[in-house]
């Protein structure tokens, strides 16, 4: 018998989607059995109250968590978001429930041992609930209490050899596609660097000392599974210098219909014989494509990269082999000022270990927003208020076209004095000799 | 809010064990706050970042940024976590009774 009626999230268990709430039921009901004999070193029925206290926001309309909570562990400013229930009398269960985030594996790659450990750890101190993954990537542990963080910490890092992830005003848990272990279309290991980078900034993660958070994101081509433009204050992105390497054969392939387009992606409906002409050759954004006397040809210098036509023919199209990536910089959500993307700060750079030219890069932006930002200002907002020519003095990057979108239309120009012949000092007495008031 | 006893003085915290109110601030506050925050010996150094904490939380009504605090005190991040192993929000603006650290952290 459930400790609290849950009348509303009853209605949530039918429906052919895995259901939230019966996954709940069913380690609320687990717990309650407990067939593996586990001390459970938070309440017994804390997944019951979970369940008791959404009920009652769903009644309410409102959230009853209460406002903040600072607690972590001892070395590090961040990794464990507090959280208190502002109904701790009807729900003793979730009276404390921490999160805790996890640094997770690059590509998010596992074997059942690692995460059956992770799971025993869990269902031993903390609610057995989880999220898997936070949209930043950490493995993340929902609900535990204050006395739980530092047994959990000691756990993790002595015995599974893991930390935690990042949160606060520092760099958060970076994050990849799945880069080469299982893409075709990867331009560089984006789990090898982002596992290096990680690495690398250790200290950045764990004790904040921006001025606010700041994120990295790692994808191994434009089509950016990991959505690094959207979603990093750096985003990397794989991409090619060299030609598009065609095989006329398989293009051949697709003309005569043995291979489905797009891999097959959009069998679930008619869309009529493939038309190379219509669907590749039309659509190419930069018109840079020809078919003719049934051979494909591309000319790279006009292409832009787009993806277009190799995710339509992935096996006749593939990558070039002069590899590296871009970087893009200023992607937030709209608070404060506005939401942004990622702008092409680097167009191209080598993805070679041990990184070097990369790390110079992203240590002169820190550089320049440790010292310029203001308080709770992301990268993205700094660019703004400073101007994307900052951003450049302080990377020591040339400007260059691909820096714009278009150019300004406006005329309030800055010029820099040593520009001007003349500089700035005049004297109006001089200017009067020629020009009578 | 409970309440803590410590050293005769009693304090109405919160359940992160910060401080209700920045004028209720006291030495015994310190010392309870030293057990509370794994800190072994009070030294100068200490009291200098509690000091500037509360001297630029009065003049600004907020905390410092980190770079700032690591500025006016000489002290490197590193040695503030040396000073203060849950760092500069959870346990020195906690040691000199500023309002709990807010926002995304
Ligand atoms: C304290 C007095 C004044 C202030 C603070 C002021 C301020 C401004 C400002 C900020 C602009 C916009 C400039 C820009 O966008 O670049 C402007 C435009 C203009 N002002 Fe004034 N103004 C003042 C007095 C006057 C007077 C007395 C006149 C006419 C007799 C005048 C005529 C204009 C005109 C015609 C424009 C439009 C110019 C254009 O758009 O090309 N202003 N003023
Ligand atoms: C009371 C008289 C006048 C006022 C208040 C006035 C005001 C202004 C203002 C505010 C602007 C815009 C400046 C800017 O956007 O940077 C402007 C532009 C201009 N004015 Fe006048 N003006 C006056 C008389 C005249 C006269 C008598 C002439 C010509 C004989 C003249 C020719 C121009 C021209 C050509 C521009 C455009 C400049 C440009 O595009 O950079 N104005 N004026
Ligand atoms: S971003 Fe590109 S390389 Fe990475 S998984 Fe997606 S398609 Fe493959
Ligand atoms: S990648 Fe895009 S721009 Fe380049 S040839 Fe293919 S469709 Fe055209």
């Known amino acids: 018998m459930a400790k609290h009626a849950t009348p509303l999230l009853d209605q949530l268990e039918s429906g052919p989607w895995p259901s939230f709430v019966s996954d709940l039921k069913q380690e609320a009901a687990s ?92 269902e031993f101190r903390g609610s057995g609930v989880t999220n898997m993954h936070g949209s930043t990537g950490d493995i993340i542990f929902i609900g535990t209490s204050t006395p739980q963080l530092e047994e959990i910490f000691y756990e993790l890092t002595h015995n599974f050899n893991q930390d935690l992830g990042g949160s606060g005003s520092n760099l958060r848990t970076p994050s990849d596609c799945v880069g080469s272990s299982r893409c075709e279309y990867a331009c560089y290991d984006t789990q090898a660097i982002c596992y290096a980078l990680t690495q690398e900034y250790q200290d950045e993660l764990h004790r904040p000392a921006f001025p ?47 291979f489905a387009p797009n891999a097959g992606a959009h069998s679930g409906r008619d869309w009529g014989k493939f038309d190379i002409q219509k669907e590749v050759v039309g659509l190419c954004p930069t018109g840079c494509m020809k078919y003719e006397d049934g051979k494909l040809a591309i000319n790279n210098k006009e292409c832009t990269r787009c993806m277009h036509c190799i995710n339509v023919m992935p096996r006749a199209l593939h990558i070039g082999d002069d590899r590296g990536l871009s970087m893009l910089a200023g992607a937030k959500a709209p608070i404060l000022d506005g939401a942004q993307m990622g702008s092409l700060l680097v167009p191209f750079i080598k993805a070679e270990e041990p990184y070097d030219e990369i790390k110079e890069i992203i240590e002169a932006v820190w550089d320049w927003w440790m010292e310029e930002g203001k308080n709770r200002e992301r990268l993205g907002e700094l660019i703004k208020r400073q101007g994307f020519q900052k951003l450049l003095e302080a990377t020591n990057i040339k400007p260059v076209p691909q820096h714009v979108q278009e150019p300004r239309h406006n005329p309030y120009i800055f010029w820099k004095e040593e520009e001007v012949e003349g500089g700035w000092q005049r004297d109006i007495n001089e200017f009067r000799k020629y020009h009578q008031r | 809010m409970p309440t803590v006893e410590f050293g005769g003085k009693s304090f109405t915290v919160d359940e992160d064990g910060f401080i209700d109110d920045y004028t209720n601030w006291s030495e015994e506050w310190v010392q309870y706050v030293k057990k509370e925050e794994g800190i072994d010996e009070l030294n100068e150094e200490h009291k200098k970042v509690v000091s500037v904490l509360r001297e630029y939380y009065e003049k600004n009504g907020i905390a410092p940024m980190v770079r700032v605090l690591s500025k006016v005190t000489g002290f490197k991040l590193k040695h503030i976590y040396e000073l203060f192993p849950s760092g500069p929000g959870k346990g020195a603006c906690k040691m000199a009774g500023l309002p709990k650290p807010t926002g995304c952290v």
């Open chain 1, 31 to 122: 717990r309650a059995k407990n067939p593996n004999n586990v001390e459970f070193q938070v309440n017994q029925d804390c997944v019951e109250d979970i369940l008791g206290v959404l009920e009652l926001s769903y009644k309410h309309g409102r959230t009853h968590w209460k406002h903040g909570g600072i607690v972590g562990v001892f070395g590090y400013g961040g990794g464990v978001i507090g959280r208190y229930c502002d109904q701790p009398e009807m729900f003793p269960g979730v009276a404390h429930f921490h999160t805790m985030r996890i640094n997770q594996p690059g590509g998010k790659y596992y074997t059942t041992e690692f995460l059956k450990k992770l799971c025993d750890l869990w």
């Open chain 1, 212 to 258: 606010y958070k700041f994120k990295f994101k790692f994808d191994g081509c434009p089509n950016c599974c990991v959505a690094s433009i959207a979603r990093s204050d750096l985003s990397f992105v794989g991409t090619w210098k060299d030609d598009i390497k065609i095989d006329q054969e398989a293009v051949a392939g697709y003309v005569g219909g043995e």
